[in-house]
């Protein structure tokens, strides 16, 4: 349930617009007129809420909902309750995101702190700064010399922008994030927090001690990438650290130098990849996931949460555990040490306590 402090509803959507918005249909025939004022889970949903139903495990949450719109599969139209309108989509949950972005848009990325368009008193910028028309710079935001913002972004409060820096258009870039050495593309959301462009963890070992090895590459976000809080990024030893177009990373993500990642990625939280790793387009990288450097893994390959990678991944594949290997080959050796361990125990107690 959404809070109309936080996220003011622009409007209500009718019920025709809601079927457009989403590209489901009626389930019945039936003309009945409605109007949505916010979306809800099926268990706390009220007569102005939209609601979905898309997973079995929660049909006694459909059978109980009290919501006044429900999108839901041909399979389970005749499950919702009478006095509520039932809407069929092959694809719920993506039907019902559709109608929520319309009428949440400001919950979609970080939004301007001072509640106001246009560069705020306390903003910090450059005079060699170029920003074009329609930026919005909050207070105690820093730019700095020869950075360059397209129209539509925003920049929140306490973010730093660092020298030469270049933002895209109608990009978010979150309270406290900092941005150095980085070049960022058009649509890119960056969350509260976020480090970009800082210099990788490289030393050379010597009889003196390490010797840190200059970083002077650069990070580049291509278009409608979004960088989660508190993730950091660093930027190339000797080439770019690159996160391909359309890719979302979580938060607390740890990203090294060198680290090439393809087109529309997802990488879940607390997850770290070491340096001059690639990652083709579509990997999945549960949370947790570890990478060790110049290993590559194939486009739509998926690691499961909390395994470790240490080998070139095949694209389409689904690796998982400690060192990850195929599913299935992952599987049967958990299934044998438990066959293992369970007949260990089993002699252990027909022998008597030792």
């Not at 079927?19 to 009220?46: F, H, K, M, Q």
């Not at 406290?176 to 480090?195: D, E, F, K, W, Y």
């Not at 090439?260 to 947790?288: A, E, K, N, P, Y």
Request: net charge neutral.
């Amino acid at each position: 349930m959404s809070d109309p402090r936080f996220f003011p509803l622009p409007r209500p959507l009718a019920l025709e617009e809601v079927i457009s918005l989403s590209g489901a249909r009626r389930a019945t025939e039936e003309a009945v007129s409605r109007e949505i004022r916010g979306v809800s889970t099926l268990a706390d949903a009220g007569a102005d809420d939209l609601a979905f139903f898309d997973s079995a495990r929660y049909l006694g949450d459909l059978k109980a909902t009290r919501a006044g719109v429900c999108i839901t599969t041909e399979k389970f139209a005749g499950a919702v309750p009478e006095g509520v309108v039932a809407l069929v989509s092959p694809r719920p949950g993506n039907a019902f995101v559709a109608v929520s972005r319309t009428l949440f848009p400001t919950a979609l990325r970080p939004q301007p702190i001072f509640d106001q368009d246009g560069i705020a008193p306390g903003a910090i910028i450059h005079p060699s700064a170029r920003l074009e028309d329609g930026v919005t710079i909050d207070p105690g935001a820093v730019i700095g010399p020869h950075v360059e913002i397209g129209s539509g972004t925003v920049v929140c409060a306490g973010a730093v922008i660092g020298p030469h820096v270049r933002i895209g258009r109608d990009c978010a870039i979150g309270p406290g994030a900092s941005l150095i050495h980085t070049l960022v593309g058009n649509r890119v959301i960056v969350h509260p927090g976020a480090r970009l462009g800082q210099d990788g963890f490289g030393y050379q070992p010597s009889p003196r001690g390490h010797l840190k090895v200059p970083q002077i590459g650069r990070v580049v976000l291509q278009d409608e990438v979004e960088i989660g809080a508190n993730s950091t990024i660093d930027r190339g030893a000797l080439r770019d650290t690159v996160i391909g177009e359309g890719t979302k990373i979580d938060n607390l993500v740890q990203i090294a130098h060198n680290v090439v990642i393809g087109r529309h990625c997802i990488i879940v939280s607390q997850t770290g990849i070491s340096g001059s790793t690639t990652l083709g387009d579509f990997v999945m990288l549960g949370g947790q996931v570890g990478v060790i450097g110049h290993v590559t893994i194939g486009d739509a390959a998926q690691i499961a949460a909390s395994s470790n990678v240490k080998d070139d991944v095949p694209p389409g594949v689904r690796w998982g555990g400690s060192p990850a290997k195929p599913v299935r080959e992952w599987f049967r050796e958990i299934n044998t040490l438990k066959r293992l361990a369970e007949a260990g125990a089993h002699r252990s107690g027909e022998g008597g306590n030792l």
